[in-house]
């Protein structure tokens, strides 16, 4: 990943405290981490879907698949 | 040893709190007035135990110990023209929330995500001061593909600030509950609200009341608030007389004014979801937002035993929750039976 999904900064930029803490574990994806586009991002009761106008969308199952 | 510290150790003081709420709320059901839920949440740690255990009482008496399960999606997020300072779907803040709106195909899937977690309640909401012919169209819509899809789950709307007209159309879809928040204690909205009345939300549960929806209407704790305003909220609240009140705790949205607030204390959220019961004792009480911050596991169990009988599984608006099943499970290890949906009906 190139830019942090949290803030949209790249990792050795600035602080990412507060993006890795107990609130950004229930934050979904907001930045593409390819090109730190703000995402349009739908929460459902259990998932969410994020889409970046240029690199397209991403979804929990795909998350949780690169977890498993 | 003093007298005071005898008591603490021995027989309950005579003119005790928690003695009086037995009595009062209890045994005769009659909810805590101002002055003494103020006086509930200014005790001590040490009496934190003894109070979840009253208001788990109270809860176990007056409502029974079935448990509520709601799953809630947002129909059309970010972008509102509102400025509610701890929302992260204020059109006036720089947060990371850009607009959607979703699709009658997903609003079809998420209410079957919602029935297939085992929850009986289906909340539709929208980020909007009050809804336009398209989020009405839309959610009529929805409502017809939900059913036609063969969801009998029961369906609320939470669409911001109503007009009469507007709250028969919703009657008119079979809409049974609406959501909408007084968020805080009168005295203190105005530091987190400036676009709209506190007022105005009062005038919008009225007439959803009397359109004969249920009324639902809670709030977000964590603000800022005092005590006495946390006391002053309970008892607005037990005045509206609701059928649910959901409870939130702040998450600090980034970008947000409340950006840089602290989560409040497990514990205070603890006195203040048992202290709301004793005010409220035959309201539906639910968590909501925020209890994976403020509380974790063992504090969501701890509420669940100190008052509420509701519950949002899943995720919420803009952020996640626990996994439904998480919360199903807990429920069983609790031997809180969920509500049936034929109960509701
Ligand atoms: S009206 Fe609702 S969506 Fe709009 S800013 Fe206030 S809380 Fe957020
Ligand atoms: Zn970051
Ligand atoms: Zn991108």
Redesign the interface.
């Known amino acids: 990943m190139t830019f942090c999904v949290h803030c949209g900064r790249p990792p050795a930029d600035g602080d990412h405290t507060p993006c890795r803490g107990g609130r950004a574990a229930l934050e979904p994806p907001r930045f593409c981490g390819e090109c730190a586009r703000r995402m349009v991002v739908q929460i459902t009761p259990a998932g969410w879907s994020a889409r970046c106008s240029r690199h397209g969308e991403s979804t929990s199952a795909e998350a949780l698949a690169l977890t498993d | 040893m003093t007298a005071t510290a005898e008591h603490t150790k021995d027989s309950p003081i005579a003119g005790d709190i928690l003695t009086v709420a037995r009595e009062q709320v209890l045994d005769r059901g009659v909810g805590l007035s101002e002055d003494q839920v103020l006086q509930v949440l200014r005790l001590g740690d040490d009496r934190l135990d003894d109070l979840l255990a009253l208001a788990h009482d109270v809860r176990m008496k007056w409502c029974g110990p079935e448990v509520e399960v709601e ?4 129909v059309k ?1 970010g972008g509102c023209p509102e400025d509610c300072h701890f929302c992260s779907q204020s059109g006036r803040f720089p947060t ?5 709106w ?1 699709d009658i195909p ?1 609003l079809v ?2 209410a079957r ?2 029935a ?2 085992g929850a009986t309640e289906f909340c539709i909401v929208a980020a909007v001061r009050g809804p336009d012919a398209r989020l009405l169209a839309q959610v009529r819509d929805g409502i017809k593909a939900i059913r036609e899809s063969g969801n009998d789950i029961q369906i609320a709307c939470s669409l911001g600030m109503l007009t009469q007209e507007q709250v028969d159309e919703l009657v008119a879809m079979g809409v049974h509950r609406y959501n909408h928040n007084l968020e805080t204690a009168k005295s203190h909205f105005p530091q987190v609200v400036t676009t709209h009345s506190w007022e105005e939300r009062w005038d919008t549960l009225r007439m959803v009341r009397e359109a004969g929806m249920e009324v639902c209407s809670g709030g977000i704790i964590g603000m800022g608030e005092t005590d006495e305003q946390r006391a002053e909220f309970a008892v607005q609240l037990a005045d509206l007389d609701p059928h649910e009140v959901p409870m939130n705790f702040l ?2 949205q ?1 970008g947000t004014p409340y950006e840089k607030y602290e ?1 409040i204390e497990g514990k205070d959220a603890l006195r203040v979801v048992a202290a709301f019961r004793l005010a409220l004792p035959r309201t539906m009480l639910r968590f909501a937002g925020g209890r ?2 403020t509380l974790g596991d063992l504090g969501a169990e701890k509420g669940m035993l100190g008052g509420v009988n509701a519950i949002i ?9 626990r ?2 099943q998480q919360d199903i499970d807990m429920l069983a290890d609790l031997k809180m039976p969920i509500k049936a949906l034929s109960d509701s009906l």
């Not at chain 2, 799953?71 to 947002?74: A, L, M, P, R, T």
């Not at chain 2, 990371?96 to 959607?100: E, F, L, M, Q, Y």
């Not at chain 2, 599984?313 to 996640?320: A, F, I």
């Open positions: 799953g809630i999606v947002s997020t990371p929330v850009r607009s959607a979703l997903g899937k998420a995500e919602t297939d977690s998450i600090p980034p989560p994976e911050l599984v899943g995720n919420y608006l803009t952020n996640l929750g996994p439904a």
